[in-house]
T-cell receptor, first 113, second 113 residues
């Protein structure tokens, strides 16, 4: 029979609201974290990154928060727009490896009008 | 720059056949990464190169998979013989040593019947 695929957590928000996407990482030695956005049929696209010596970084409409104590990362999107609908992945650097990335499973964000 | 270029965009083949995926990284980038994305396992790093030299191939599933980078502007990922479980989207990404961001190509969707 057909294999069961990975069920992505889904976050549904209304246009104009703020979105918060969460991610837990496992490697306490990771020193670099990135958020990627992937639209259907496309490759992942860089959104924002943060190093472990920071706990917050802001970009255009996006903010990443890093809590190293509980190994938690979040992405905040302000005034969410329909074009923000996509799958969002957090990724951590894989040790001293040229920043080869270890990706999380992803969260699907659906923005409704 | 045209970004990371991958070919073919879609490949359908029969079990046992050899498959070759191609990647042209962004000019001047020092690192090249091959990832595989499936619903079951998400986005996985297969192998990465630094200045055309393979650095970490621990993610390559088995001996049926091989990757080469004969020069700074071209890399191949070969599967021989292919199996239905190899069906996935294969992404190539590149980055410059000066920046942390990895730029992903559009991917090759491989279907092995």
């Amino acid at each position: 029979g057909e294999s069961v695929g990975l069920h992505l957590p889904t976050l549904s928000v209304q246009e104009g609201d703020n979105s918060i996407i969460n991610c837990a990482y496992s490697n306490s030695a990771s020193d670099y974290f990135i958020w990627y956005k992937q639209e259907s049929g496309k490759g992942p696209q860089f959104i924002i990154d943060i190093r472990s010596n920071m706990d917050k970084r802001q970009g255009q409409r996006v903010t990443v928060l890093l809590n190293k104590t509980v190994k938690h990362l979040s992405l905040q999107i302000a005034a969410t727009q329909p074009g923000d609908s996509a799958v969002y992945f957090c990724a951590e650097s894989k040790g001293n490896s040229g920043y080869a990335l270890n990706f999380g499973k992803g969260t699907s964000l659906l923005v409704t009008p | 720059d045209a970004g990371v270029i991958q070919s073919p965009r879609h490949e359908v083949t029969e079990m046992g056949q050899e498959v070759t995926l191609r990647c042209k990284p962004i000019s001047g980038h020092d690192y090249l990464f091959w990832y595989r994305q499936t619903m079951m396992r998400g986005l996985e790093l297969l192998i990465y190169f630094n200045n055309n030299v393979p650095i970490d191939d621990s993610g390559m599933p088995e001996d049926r998979f091989s990757a080469k980078m004969p020069n700074a502007s071209f890399s191949t990922l070969k599967i021989q013989p292919s199996e239905p479980r190899d069906s996935a989207v294969y992404f190539c990404a590149s980055r410059s040593i000066q920046y942390n961001e990895q730029f992903f190509g559009p991917g090759t969707r491989l279907t092995v019947l």
